[in-house]
């Protein structure tokens, strides 16, 4: 049993929720905010685990509670902090950038801020993302430099980049995490894979983006939240860990393979429609340093992720198709 609770931020995403459902599997005591308040259950994979008690969430922002946020901190002499949350959705990023800048750079940074006063703070993790180097040619290392191609990437890199002169000028306990496109159990329903499951099983057409030819690593939540904590416990303060696979998927043959899965004709579930703005067309991250220094494999197969997270959705189904399906911005 873990007594010292840890904080985790943007519990409620799908990476946050996972990875607070893993911690609590290890019977860690976890302190949870988030900006909305929990989602259906289906979509809530903490609330799964028998010990969910040990799990105290609090809706707060951190564009309007920040100080709320640093208090727990404070009051509960929190050592390790697991930072989720961010606006992502990168496409929607064009539509309203500055709400983008707002919370992941401006309010990003101020966190950082009263964080990095606090003589308690052991480490912070950050997890970051792959879209702050663009598109690259190639297997993309840690080193890589930022070359950002949307709104979404830059309000990303830039905190990054801040809080990566934390780390130099005032030794800020900073690891940062980088994870390959995530999928499994409890995710979105706007996002490709249970977007596509979902679709399929009830018979609506899914548009597929540039006809589906770009493409992806797909790694499962639960590989990404096992990295996550060994990065929490081992990793080097002020380095950098990529969390993929080593394979690489079409959108196209991904959807493909999940309609031969569920014994659908493709043509049936899908469309295509135009690209969006400033998607990078492919990346690939290098990940030697996590699996040599600190020991990481990933162990979930493509295929036996997209059976675990299809059964998810046929035992949640009339849950899930009442829920939204798409996407809802909130500033």
């Known amino acids: 049993m873990n007594d010292s609770s840890i904080l985790v931020l943007g519990s409620n995403s799908f990476s946050g929720a996972s990875f607070c459902a893993h911690m609590l599997k290890n019977d860690q005591q976890i302190v949870a905010v988030s900006r909305s308040s929990e989602p259906n259950s289906a979509l809530l994979p903490y609330s799964w685990q028998k010990n969910a008690d040990k799990l105290q969430f609090s809706q707060l922002d951190i ?46 940074i101020k966190l950082h801020n009263s964080l990095r006063q606090l003589d308690f703070l052991e480490k912070y993790i950050h997890i970051s993302t792959p879209e702050v180097y663009g598109s690259c040619n190639g297997l993309v290392p840690e080193h890589t430099n930022y070359q950002p191609s949307t709104p979404y990437a830059v309000s990303r890199a830039a905190a990054d980049m801040s809080l990566h002169t934390f780390a130099d000028v005032y030794d800020f306990p900073v690891v940062f995490t ?48 096992s990295a996550t904590q060994l990065i929490g416990e081992k990793g080097k303060n002020g380095d950098i860990y990529h969390i993929s696979t080593d394979q690489m998927i079409s959108i196209r043959v991904l959807v493909e393979t999940i309609c031969n899965m569920l014994k659908l004709p493709f043509e049936q579930v899908c469309q295509s ?30 295929e036996n992720g997209l059976e675990r997270t299809i059964y998810w959705m046929k035992q949640n189904l009339d849950v899930l198709a009442k829920q939204e399906h798409d996407y809802i911005h909130k500033p």
Do not use: C
């Open 273 to 302: 429609t135009e690209d969006r703005l400033g998607k990078d067309a492919a990346y690939l991250l290098d990940t030697k340093k996590i699996r040599s220094e600190l020991n990481w494999q990933d162990s979930i197969s493509l």
């Open 63 to 108: 564009n309007h509670h920040l100080q709320k946020i640093i208090d727990i901190v404070k009051q509960k002499k929190i050592k390790k902090i697991y930072n989720f949350a961010a606006q992502s959705m990168v496409g929607q990023s064009w539509q309203h950038p500055e709400h983008w800048f707002m919370t992941n750079t401006v309010s990003t």
């Open 178 to 225: 980088r994870a390959a496109n995530v999928y499994g159990e409890g995710q979105q329903l706007y996002r490709i894979i249970p977007r596509t499951i979902l679709y399929a099983l009830l018979g609506k057409k899914l548009q597929l983006h540039g006809g589906g030819h770009s493409t992806r690593s797909f790694i499962h939540i639960d590989d990404v939240s």
